[in-house]
């Protein structure tokens, strides 16, 4: 690990606080609680106790903030090295990585707590294992060492849904497993399609992302196969699960005929920047809208305005 280098001086309690917020990567955050929120709606059959609802978003958040702040401090050199991360708090010197270590620890003890208490103690060691998964896993084992890093690193992304199921039910069902799949199997076409435009940066730290090792036109491929499973995964909610219903489903295709789209087009241009970026951003509100749909299509209105249209056709016809 390198030392920074920057200057000392004393930063007004604000920006101190700012600092703090950056080392958790928020911007990520919202997603990864949509998942949790998707299940739960699911697990739930539409009708969520708030509380239960809020204390589990806050425990998620919580342990989503200390895996980020932990991945800060282990990846400091290489964040210091790559453009893109080069302003963050560690590599800046704005946080020491004491600091942040106590920081970190604080939020999972905090998210553990919570969640062991207010929910159950099921979801409050699925939250706990993701951090150590995204930790040891991702971040220590596999990121500077494997094209595969975020194929296997990925699933602690996806253990969010998994936390969600569990704070309902106490339980894992197979819907459960199967909404954890979907956010895994999104993992590699969301992050490779990045992968592809910001490859140099990864290539100069020597981190071996699939777009630096294999080349363009693998990791596209790799892209479109995970693309295709992701969205045949997202059909077997409605069937054969029937977790879901046919609201869901029609949006599931919608989107996903989106998704499998942009991935194609990539897959016919390689090297083009501009449809890498526009499947990148795609997949984020893909994901979003999928788990809004999952929502929705389980609230008691939902079904009763389906049934009532049924009702209505089976009377015309
Ligand atoms: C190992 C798996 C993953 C990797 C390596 C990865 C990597 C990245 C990277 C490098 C960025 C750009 C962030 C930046 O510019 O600082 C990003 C953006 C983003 N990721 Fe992922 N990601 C992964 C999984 C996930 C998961 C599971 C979610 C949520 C379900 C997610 C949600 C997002 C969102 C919402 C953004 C956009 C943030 C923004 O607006 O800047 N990612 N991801
Ligand atoms: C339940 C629980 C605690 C889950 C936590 C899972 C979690 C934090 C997933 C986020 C995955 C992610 C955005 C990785 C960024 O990769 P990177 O850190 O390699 O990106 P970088 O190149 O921007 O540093």
């Not at 693309?227 to 609201?247: E, K, M, Q, R, W």
Request: aromatic share 10%.
């Amino acid at each position: 690990m390198i030392e920074t280098n920057v200057s000392r001086h004393h930063d007004t309690f604000l920006q101190v606080i700012q600092s703090y917020y950056q080392l958790t990567k928020p911007r990520i955050i919202p997603l990864l609680l949509i998942t949790t929120a998707g299940s739960m709606w699911i697990a739930a059959k539409g009708q969520v106790d708030p509380l239960l609802l809020l204390v589990t978003l806050i425990g998620g958040t919580l342990a989503a903030a200390s895996a980020q702040t932990i991945n800060c401090i282990y990846d400091r050199d290489i964040d210091y090295d790559m453009e893109r991360t080069r302003h963050r708090p560690m590599p800046s010197g704005r946080v020491q990585p004491r600091d942040a270590l106590i920081f970190a620890i604080a939020l999972a003890v905090g998210s553990f707590t919570l969640l062991a208490v207010f929910a159950n103690l099921l979801a409050a060691l699925l939250a706990f294992s993701g951090i150590v998964f995204y930790v040891l896993v991702y971040t220590h084992w596999l990121k500077r060492h494997s094209t595969q890093n975020i194929v296997i690193g990925g699933a602690a992304g996806a253990i969010p849904a998994l936390v969600g199921w569990a704070a309902v039910t106490d339980t894992l069902s197979w819907a459960a497993w199967l909404i954890f799949a979907i956010v895994f199997l999104w993992t590699p076409p969301h992050f490779w399609a990045l992968a592809l435009m910001i490859r140099d940066d990864y290539a100069k730290v020597g981190i071996p992302m699939l777009p630096v090792v294999a080349g363009d036109k693998a990791t596209v491929r790799q892209i479109w196969y995970y693309t295709v499973i992701t969205v045949t995964a997202t059909v077997l909610l409605f069937y054969p699960l029937h977790a879901s219903g046919i609201v869901y489903v029609v949006i599931a295709l919608t989107l996903g005929g989106g998704f499998v789209h942009k991935s194609w087009r990539l897959l016919q241009n390689p090297e083009d920047k501009t449809i890498a970026r526009e499947l990148f951003l795609y997949s984020i509100s893909y994901m979003m809208l999928l788990c809004l749909g999952m929502v929705v299509d389980s609230l008691p209105i939902t079904h009763h305005l389906v049934s009532t249209v049924l009702n209505q056709l089976h009377l015309v016809s």
